[in-house]
């Protein structure tokens, strides 16, 4: 089945580590997105990508780092410069174009970070 | 810069009842999603309108481009629909996204 698997789906880790957050896509989809969210506030955004070798800055960039080498993947590094990384992170990604399917949002399960 | 305001922020029903949730924006949009998170923070997306209204068993979303306004219905509400209903809307120009603040929604039986 087509879908987004995103892993780890906990992740605990130290202040001062980078992590990084995987996110992989079967459905052939052009556009993908990194999303934070924290306890009772909406979805913001970090990064996202339109197109292989091509990614831009979201709302909240800062601290964060991405890579787009492949269509399927859209890794997200979580750095030490990130100042409060404990968070829900969800992936997404859309088919773009006019044909059927395109710019249905599919999102991944998400992972969730915890700082200690 | 697009703002996505939802209301209410939180719902309460009784099993049943029928619910509303809007969804306004402020610049011209492609598409507009409704999304439903459940607890466990999985997301589903519900809907994608460019113009009109879509059905989906008990769910119906509207959307009136001129007023940039988009609402969605619960008809016969259940316990289950409790979740997070977010609203995203996709500028005209480009991929961004832009998602309300979602609208946490709770029904009693």
């Known amino acids: 089945d087509g879908g987004i698997t995103q892993s780890p789906k906990y992740l605990f880790r130290k202040e001062g580590q980078n992590v990084t957050l995987s996110c992989e896509q079967n459905l052939n989809h052009d556009a993908m997105y990194w999303y934070r969210q924290d306890p009772g506030q909406g979805l913001r955004l970090i990064y996202y990508?339109?197109?292989?070798?091509?990614?831009q800055k979201g709302d909240i960039a800062e601290g964060y780092s991405v890579s787009r080498e492949k269509k399927e993947s859209f890794p997200l590094t979580v750095t030490s410069a990130q100042k409060n990384p404990t968070a829900f992170y969800l992936c997404?990604?859309?088919?773009?174009?006019?044909?059927?399917?395109?710019?249905?949002?599919?999102f991944g399960a998400g992972s969730r970070l915890t700082v200690l | 810069k697009n703002e996505v305001e939802q209301s209410p922020q939180n719902l309460t029903a009784q099993e049943g009842e029928f619910i509303t949730i809007n969804c306004s924006y402020s610049?011209?949009?492609?598409?507009l999603h409704w999304l439903q998170q459940h607890p466990g923070g999985g997301i589903v997306s519900l809907f994608m309108l460019s113009s009109g209204k879509k059905k989906h068993g008990r769910l119906i979303a509207t959307i009136n481009i001129q007023e940039k306004h988009s609402s969605l219905h619960i008809t016969a509400s259940h316990p289950r629909d409790s979740a997070v209903y977010i609203c995203v809307s996709r500028e005209t120009s480009g991929s961004r996204l832009t998602f309300g603040e979602g609208t946490q929604l709770t029904v009693n039986p």
């Open positions: 610049v011209g949009i492609s598409a």
């Open positions: 990508s339109q197109i292989v070798n091509d990614f």
């Open positions: 997404a990604s859309q088919l773009q174009g006019l044909g059927a399917g395109a710019n249905v949002l599919t």
